[in-house]
């Protein structure tokens, strides 16, 4: 199952300080779905301030975008730009 | 479709006149203060005097009697948002902040902050109505430099902010809104393993991206709720979105039209006059155009943020680099959200490190709210660790694109941010920048050279375009981007190569909010990647109808047609034997075969991927004056896939003059009162046309293959190399390190001075 | 507040209009005259880009007062192309990309073509000299200088020089 690692982020206060997670999901709709079902508030988090690395493209805001079993996910700081 | 094989394009690459060069050459063209409504008024903002300052009372009696005002408004004619974070399509903003630094509530949180505006019938009037208002303060202790503002006991702005990141929740309110950390294997356990360690602190100055075009608009706000805003932004949707939310108001009724923009490199994704405007033409119904001085630009709008960096490398003899440590102090300006999220994700992005650790503070002072600045967060952090990866390589004795190359990420590597790199370009960057003859030349007395890299992410996101077939065969392309740099260049070429079509047969056009779907501000380098692979995918929607038009008109099988060169060919002989019908052919029998030819495609485009540079600068540094020349500057970048090159090429050059600008002169001075003391060009010296030489740029091209064509972004990354290749070339030109921005004449010579004390006349 | 009134002549043309005593001749030319292609960056002279041209000689507009343009003979952003045809400092600056916004454009093209007017054999360090009070934020200057001294050329040929 993809393995979630949550980096730079405030929101460790929600997950008790863990920053690693492996999440059965198959879509990042369902990984969030799931990770705001653990920890109740993250999803809302990754939502408003997340960006979404699959295995090293980053995604913003792509509830559809698939997982695969061996996916590397990394939740990390959402990017604007100048 | 993708469109790699680049020796079968016709128009990417090539470099065609901008469809709206001529408008922009003749004088013509409509930028933010240019446009006039019936019957308009003029407006004028009150600033505060006071870096901080408690609003106990104000009174606008006077300047509403004066003859000729029609409106005056403070903070009372808005409505007082909570403090939260909301999500509006721009990802998120705090609105308190936003409104708040719009019109002061309260307090003032720096000088220029704003706290009435008025408007009238001419602008003397509106300016003689400020003078009439009369604001009490009672001004309080201010704080300006970073770490004074980290310190304990320091003059606090907010008293309700709590420093996130910590764990538990700090028990006394500061002026640090957020601790970020990253970490990446154990630092502690490579530092023991490091046969060289050097520890450094550097510091760079808040610098103001200084677009040339102030601040500009023109509103109305109709008796019946429906609003135009005419105005000089990175992104109309932005505008509508933010007026929207700081004024209450439905989206629906928010017309936003995009002006020409006059420059922004980030300091134009937000509102500061909008809202205010709204707010006075509401109250006095009447059109107000809303235009900043040039003082009000430096005194009231973003700068970028500057901050201290405090770098600490560990590496073995060899120059393989075995730990590393940073802390990032960033201001923030009078609310939080300085990019350093971005400047600890950059900072050692470029290298393939084992065992790092990040520590970011976001820290508000009395200063304007900084906004984003070309690569927001990089150039900073990435002066620190670049001119500390050259200190290490002076010290190994190293070429120090050799101890770079040692070093590299590349696919495969993981970020000390966490994701892992694929499709990158770096090492392509240092190839380039190692054979180019500019490296290989000899410098004479008092010359340095310097190298530096840089890494931006690039960012992708939701755009909109639609293309419209016209009934004699030309295009009509609708993008919902403000055009800040030859973008309506680049999606004309896109939609030309798609159709087959010679690119003047394409007219790009900028939507306002109400013709086109929704699109995130032009920013982030995202306009030729994500806009155009919108504008791409539309054009192919429109050639697979084209296709089936001819094959209506064929009476065939859709399948039985291809589209090649702007032409509809039977695809073989089984399809029948029909002379090519071109676009025009069927653009001209449309009604007859299903109606008019469009196609409108909305996405969120994803995979940006992210851009590398290497730059190469030397400098002459006059002993006497402190001044330092820059002789040769060569710009190395992986731009993806370059579509209007000149247009790239000119982003590149673009940055690093603004690199060049905060390395050497460009700063905020404040008196000991907190008001700034620089306020205008004169004294805030960005660089001219004689302050520097031709910047020579060489574009690699490891093709983005997210993009139809290949692109990445290409506009931020250039202004990360320079103020440490520009350190770097001074410290070989003089044996110093300057660690502390800008690196101005003064403190050339004092450093000078320092290697050898100047004898007294005396003497 | 009475208004003065100022003959002149403005890209070739004869204009008249009123203006008061503290209106610059940027105002002028933008809120009166509707000449907007002139541009105001800073109000102070520092950055250019309302440059125009008042009796061969360019003046930042925003340090004029509209009623110094009595009797004078001003050319202005509007008035550099040769009819429909483009003053070749126009065609290079478009063929060169040697501009991004646009905005720093007019006040850029007015003094590049001032200094053609004076001579068609510029160094590159004199036209970096000579543009040295007009600011570009976009471009770095390169492709300017490029359109510049490649105008410079072009005019050289049409001179027969």
């Known amino acids: 199952m993809p393995h979630v690692t949550m980096t730079g982020i405030a929101a460790r206060r929600l997950t008790g300080g863990l920053t690693e997670f492996d999440v059965e999901a198959d879509t990042v709709r369902r990984l969030i779905t799931e990770l705001d079902r653990r920890y109740p508030g993250l999803g809302q988090q990754i939502d408003e301030s997340m960006a979404i690395a699959i295995d090293g493209e980053i995604f913003q805001d792509a509830y559809l975008e698939k997982l695969r079993p061996e996916s590397e996910v990394v939740l990390i700081p959402k990017i604007g730009g100048g | 479709m993708s469109y790699l094989d680049k020796a079968a394009l016709k128009v990417v690459g090539t470099r065609p006149i901008r469809p709206d060069g001529v408008d922009k050459v003749i004088g013509r063209a409509s930028f933010g203060a240019d446009m006039t409504m019936p019957g308009m008024l003029w407006g004028k903002v009150k600033r505060s005097p006071h870096a901080h300052a408690r609003i106990t009372k104000i009174d606008t009696s006077k300047a509403e009697k004066l003859n000729g005002v ?147 608009c023109v509103v109305s706000y109709g008796s019946d709720g429906q609003c135009t805003v005419f105005s000089s932004s990175q992104g109309q949707f932005m505008v509508r979105a933010y007026c929207a939310k700081l004024l209450g108001i439905d989206m629906a009724n928010i017309r936003a039209i995009p002006a020409e923009i006059g420059g922004g490199f980030g300091g134009k994704t937000l509102v500061y006059l909008e809202p205010v405007a709204l707010a006075l033409s509401k109250k006095c119904g009447r059109p107000v155009k809303l235009v900043m001085s040039r003082e009000e630009v430096f005194r009231g709008t973003g700068p970028a943020a500057g901050g201290v960096i405090e770098v600490k490398i560990g590496a073995k003899k060899s120059g393989r680099i075995v730990a590393a440590e940073l802390v990032l102090k960033y201001q923030a300006g009078a609310f939080a959200g300085s990019p350093v999220g971005p400047g600890c994700m950059c900072a050692f992005a470029m290298y393939d490190l084992d065992n790092v650790h990040i520590t970011g503070y976001d820290v508000v002072s009395n200063r304007p709210k900084v906004a984003a600045y070309r690569a927001p967060g990089a150039p900073n952090s990435s002066y620190g660790v670049e001119s500390c990866v050259d200190e290490l390589a002076r010290e190994l004795g190293i ?41 290989k030349t000899k410098l004479g007395p008092n010359q340095g050279r310097g190298v530096a890299s840089g890494f931006w992410f690039n960012i992708g996101g939701e755009s909109s375009a639609s293309v419209h077939v016209n009934e004699d065969g030309t295009v009509a ?32 056009v900028v939507g306002d909010t109400a013709s086109i779907g929704f699109t995130f501000l032009t920013g982030g380098s995202r306009v030729t990647f994500a806009t155009g692979m919108a504008v791409t995918q539309a054009a192919e929607k429109v050639v697979e109808q084209l ?41 001209v029998k449309s009604g007859r075969t299903g109606g008019p030819i469009t196609a409108e495609v909305s996405i969120n485009a994803q995979g940006a991927g992210p851009g590398f540079a290497t730059h190469i600068c030397d400098v002459e ?51 000991k009162n907190g008001r700034l003391d620089n306020p205008g060009f004169l004294d805030y010296r960005v660089p001219v046309a004689s302050d520097l030489p031709m910047i020579e740029t060489v574009m690699v091209e490891v093709p983005n293959p997210r993009h139809p064509f290949g692109a990445r972004g290409v506009g931020e990354v250039p202004i990360v190399p320079p103020m440490a290749a520009v350190a770097n070339a001074i410290a070989d030109a003089i044996g110093t390190r300057m660690r502390d921005l800008p690196m101005s004449p003064p403190k050339i010579r004092a450093a000078l001075d320092e290697q050898e004390p100047p004898r007294l006349a005396a003497e | 507040m009475s208004k003065h009134h100022v003959t002149t002549t403005i890209n070739g043309e004869p204009a008249e209009y009123l203006c008061e005593a503290q209106q610059t001749m940027l105002d002028v030319l933008r809120d009166e005259l509707g000449l907007t292609g002139s541009k105001e960056g800073c109000s102070s002279g520092d950055c250019g880009a309302c440059t125009i041209i008042c009796d061969g000689n360019i003046v930042c507009s925003c340090l004029m007062l509209g009623v110094e343009a009595e009797g004078r003979d001003i050319t202005t952003i509007e008035g550099i192309a040769r009819g429909d045809e483009l003053h070749p400092v126009q065609q290079k600056f478009l063929e060169h990309a040697a501009l991004q916004c646009g905005f720093c454009t007019p006040g850029l093209i007015v003094a590049a073509k001032a200094l053609l007017d004076t001579t068609l054999n510029p160094t590159e360090e004199e036209a970096r000299y000579w543009l040295a009070g007009n600011l570009c934020r976009c471009t770095g200057y390169d492709k300017i200088l490029r359109a510049v001294m490649d105008a410079a050329s072009v005019m050289r040929a049409e001179a027969g020089r």
């Not at chain 2, 294997?185 to 075009?213: C, M």
């Open chain 2, 70 to 216: 029609l409106a005056v408004v403070t903070a009372a004619d808005f409505p007082n948002i909570p403090n939260e974070e909301a999500f509006v399509g721009e990802g998120p903003m705090n609105f308190r902040d936003l409104s708040r630094n719009c019109m002061a509530r309260d307090k003032a949180l720096y000088d220029g902050h704003a706290v009435a505006a008025v408007a009238a019938t001419s602008s003397a009037i509106a300016e003689e109505a400020v003078d009439l208002i009369e604001v009490e303060y009672e001004v309080l202790p201010h704080v300006i430099d970073v770490e004074e503002a980290m310190a304990d006991g320091a003059p606090l702005l907010h008293d309700d902010m709590f420093t996130q990141g910590i764990e538990p929740k700090p028990e006394k309110p500061s002026n640090v809104a957020k601790r970020i950390t990253f970490t990446k294997g154990d630092i502690a356990k490579g530092f023991a393993e490091a046969e060289l360690v050097i520890e450094r602190k550097y510091s760079t100055q808040p610098v103001h991206q200084a677009y040339i075009e102030p601040h500009a």
């Open chain 2, 399 to 439: 070429d120090p694109l050799a101890l770079r190359e040692m070093n590299a990420a590349r696919d495969g590597t993981k970020t000390p941010y966490g994701p892992t790199l694929v499709n990158v370009g770096y090492i392509p960057t240092l190839e380039a920048a190692k054979n180019h003859e500019h490296y």
């Open chain 2, 477 to 508: 392309v609708v993008e919902g981007n403000p055009d800040i740099g030859g973008s309506r260049a680049s999606m004309a070429m896109m939609a030309a190569e798609v159709l087959g079509i010679p690119y003047e047969k394409v007219r790009p």
């Open chain 2, 547 to 587: 296709k089936s038009r001819a094959a209506a008109i064929w009476d065939i099988s859709p399948e039985a047609v291809e589209w090649k060169d702007g032409k509809a060919f039977p695809a073989g002989s089984n399809a029948g034997s029909f002379e090519p019908l071109s676009l025009a052919d069927i653009a």
């Open chain 2, 621 to 671: 540094v006059d002993r006497e004056t402190g001044h330092v020349k820059i002789l040769r500057y060569t710009a190395v970048q992986d731009v993806g896939r370059a579509i209007h090159p000149s247009y790239v090429e000119g982003q590149m050059q673009g940055g690093v003059t603004q690199g060049i600008g905060w390395a050497l002169n460009e700063e905020y001075i404040y008196d």
